[in-house]
């Protein structure tokens, strides 16, 4: 028994589990297997991977994708070839007969009492209430991204298994009532950090990440990095065009972190005086220590923000964030208070030198940044939710 009174056996599947912290998305799902074990709850993961788990005491196990390499991921760069492969539908459906043998395996063995997806596999996912039975079954939604033919039918058959969806925004929630499925179907549970690891870094830290980076001390330090979840070249552009608007107006560098995977030498071709690219995982820790600015551009009207997982991480140590106008954006960037929200790259340079020349306004959007993170993106309040869901699903009537 846990504290709350029920011991779950919980099945996880989805895509790049890892038992360290990563710089993917996979870091709350980390949080949270560890939260739930720490509660008392018995916690598998079944990880879909072109390559090899970790030897790990997390009970993660290894369920082989199948790469498709002529629709790959065009944001991957080559050395990260086999990752790109893995990274689109056609490889999902073709990995999916695999992975519910390995389901089914695993249920029989484990006997969980719920089972939850983690990651969409796409419209073949129609199958698994056939291949689990009569099992609770609940789904993770973290974004809306209608940018393929037949999008809307296709999400709704990929859906069609599953008892809950749990959307991470309210504006992903309203989108699922347009199309259709019943409000007792979706149970809206934001994601989130741990914020007491994303503390605000001091004065001195912030100083000393300024040094490593070549920065001057005194310099506005604003930071954009890609490519993330739901961000492709076009957002790149956008923050390129909205750095290229602000330079040249007082002490102000531009800092653009790529993750490893994504950054091509010809990134580098967008250096200039006041604006850097960097692409290991040292620079971005001192530039997100360093920055004063998170510049987050979206541009697809189309889709819904989750937020992208750094977003909340970035909030928690007080940095405020400047993003596009989409659904979804303004739960985690309100209006004045953890940032602002702009509609072109002309505004973006304003809100920056606004932010830039107005001390005042800048320390009230730091500690709003930081409240909304506590507030709206705690990783503890995401898993009492989730225990919450699993368990009046699991004391239903058959």
């Known amino acids: 028994m846990t504290e709350r009174g029920v011991q779950l056996r919980i099945l996880l599947v989805g895509e790049r589990f890892s038992p360290f912290r990563t710089a993917g998305d ?112 609940t789904i993770s939604a973290p974004t809306y991204q209608r940018n393929r033919p037949l999008y809307d039918r296709l999400l709704l058959a990929s859906f069609q298994s599953f008892d809950v969806i749990v959307p991470f925004s309210d504006a992903y929630r309203t989108r699922l009532l347009e199309l259709g499925v019943p409000p007792r179907r979706i149970r809206r549970i934001r994601w989130g950090i741990d914020v007491h690891r994303f503390a605000p870094p001091t004065q001195a830290n912030r100083e000393a990440a300024r040094v490593q980076l070549g920065i001057a001390v005194n310099s506005f330090v604003v930071l954009w990095t890609g490519f993330t979840q739901q961000t492709n070249v076009v957002d790149l552009e956008a923050a390129q065009r909205a750095a290229s608007l602000a330079l040249g ?70 940095v405020p964030i400047l993003t596009s106008q989409i659904p979804g954006t303004d739960e985690a960037v309100v209006d004045g208070v953890s940032g602002f929200t702009f509609r072109a790259p002309d505004e973006a340079k304003d809100r920056i030198r606004e932010i830039q020349e107005d001390p005042t306004l800048h320390r009230r959007l730091r500690e709003g940044a930081r409240r909304i993170a506590e507030e709206r993106f705690s990783v503890t309040r995401a898993r009492d939710e989730y225990v919450d869901m699993w368990t009046g699903l699991v004391r239903q009537p058959p």
């Open 26 to 137: 996979k870091n709350f799902w980390l949080d949270m297997i560890q939260g739930l074990r720490g509660s008392g709850h018995d916690v598998e993961t079944l990880s879909v991977d072109v390559e090899p788990v970790p030897e790990n005491d997390l009970s993660i196990r290894l369920v082989r994708q199948v790469p498709i390499y002529f629709r790959p991921d065009k944001r991957f760069n080559p050395e990260h070839r086999h990752v790109a492969a893995s990274n689109n539908y056609v490889s999902k459906t073709m990995t999916l007969p695999i992975l519910l043998r390995a389901l089914r395996r695993r249920q029989r063995e484990f006997r969980p009492d719920v089972i939850h997806f983690a990651d969409n596999f796409g419209p073949g996912m129609i199958a698994v209430r056939r291949a689990c039975g009569a099992i609770p079954l």
């Open 249 to 318: 107006h007082g002490p102000l560098e531009f800092v653009f972190c790529f993750k490893p995977e994504h950054f091509r030498a010809s990134y580098k071709r967008l250096e200039r005086p006041g604006l850097r690219v960097v692409s290991t995982a040292e620079s971005f820790h001192a530039a997100r220590t360093a920055a004063d600015l998170f510049l987050a551009p979206i541009q697809d009207p189309r889709s819904t923000a989750a937020p992208p997982l750094v977003w909340p991480e970035m909030l928690a140590m007080r």
